[in-house]
């Protein structure tokens, strides 16, 4: 790995039931420049959890003020109850190793990030049709169909988000939608923006030479 | 290949010396869906030549008849000699069946199309640095050092033009080379903006739903 290099921030999205943990989860074993987020949450820690590996934990006072410190690139509240947030300091000490940062975060949490950090790449992992997500959904059949039939009316929301991702990669087979990510990343590190020091370097070698 | 789809514009430039005919050659034998764009010249055909095949031959006033009636995306002039020309219904003829549409052209070209087809991708192939050019433009032994001193000065205006370009592609390795054009494609093809079928037809099924 070139840790030299800054790395990118990746924000990762898509509806409950298009798979999108497990193309990351792949994704993240295949591409070894990528690191996935640490979120920041106040729920409790679950049998097994380690601290800094699955979340940082922490309470709702000591969330708050991490808030009012601004310490957040993006956090949510879940109904009312639990905080889920992105430390900033994690993030950017990532990528400043040479890691490429990925969040997996909601639509609202993506909106923010594209405001915060305009250099972030936006991936949307989509279903091949609304209609193959819907059989997803209830083809799980761990829920019930009111839990099911709430998922999906908020799927159908978050895909009109859509338009404001820079990519779109559809879940129709899991490994095409990994190296499809895998190639996203590889032609993202080739971006004109993202190669300010080759770029300063033929300059200087071209000011040598006028 | 999906003929369905429309394929899009790639525009490869680089300067002499870089590797970029290398490049070019060995990516579209490997991406199934790209094709070279055959340009028009005014140059007389060589032995082996095929009309449609190599080049579109035309004689100069046939050539200034084809300006004049804009059937060129670009053309350029060389040293008041021969005209070069990419035309435009061949280009989109072969991206209306699907195919993506390779034009190895300078940035004098590159810049153009860019006016006329915001929606191309530009990829400039750049040395690994400017004194390994120089030692390849050297290294080939075949020309007198007042042309590859006149290449050199050339390659140093181009290199001027690589913050207009989309993506940088080092050519240290050229099987690597290749390999991030091929990726750059893949990840250009889930562009937001190259989707509208998809996004239209997620529409379709959002409105129904509401």
Redesign the interface.
């Known amino acids: 790995m070139n840790v030299t290099r800054k790395g990118m921030l990746i924000v990762v999205s898509g509806p409950s039931g298009v798979g999108k943990g497990t193309v990351v989860h792949a994704f993240l074993e295949r591409y070894q420049t990528a690191r996935l987020s640490v979120s920041v949450t106040t729920r409790a820690r679950r049998e097994g959890e380690i601290e800094g590996v699955n979340y940082f934990f922490r309470t709702v006072p000591e969330f708050e003020k991490m808030i009012e410190r601004g310490e957040f690139l993006e956090y949510m509240r879940v109904y009312g109850m639990n905080y889920y947030g992105t430390l900033r300091s994690h993030v950017f000490e990532s990528m400043e190793n040479g890691y490429d940062v990925v969040l997996e975060i909601d639509v609202n949490g993506a909106m923010r990030i594209k405001e915060v950090c305009p250099e972030a790449v936006l991936i949307?992992i989509?279903p091949p049709?609304?209609?193959d997500l819907k059989t997803r959904l209830y083809g799980r059949g761990t829920e019930t169909d009111d839990v099911i039939e709430r998922r999906y009316r908020e799927a159908?929301v978050e895909?009109?988000y859509?338009?404001s991702?820079?990519?779109?990669?559809?879940n129709d087979v899991v490994d095409k939608a990994v190296?499809?990510m895998?190639?996203?990343l590889?032609?993202?590190r080739?971006?004109?923006a993202r190669?300010e020091d080759?770029?300063n370097?033929?300059d200087e070698?071209?000011k040598k030479?006028d």
Chains 1, 2 share one sequence.
């Open positions: 949307f989509a049709s609304m209609s159908y895909m009109g859509l338009r991702y820079d990519y779109v990669v559809v190296d499809t895998c190639h996203i590889d032609a993202e080739c971006r004109i190669n080759l770029l370097s033929i070698e071209i030479y």
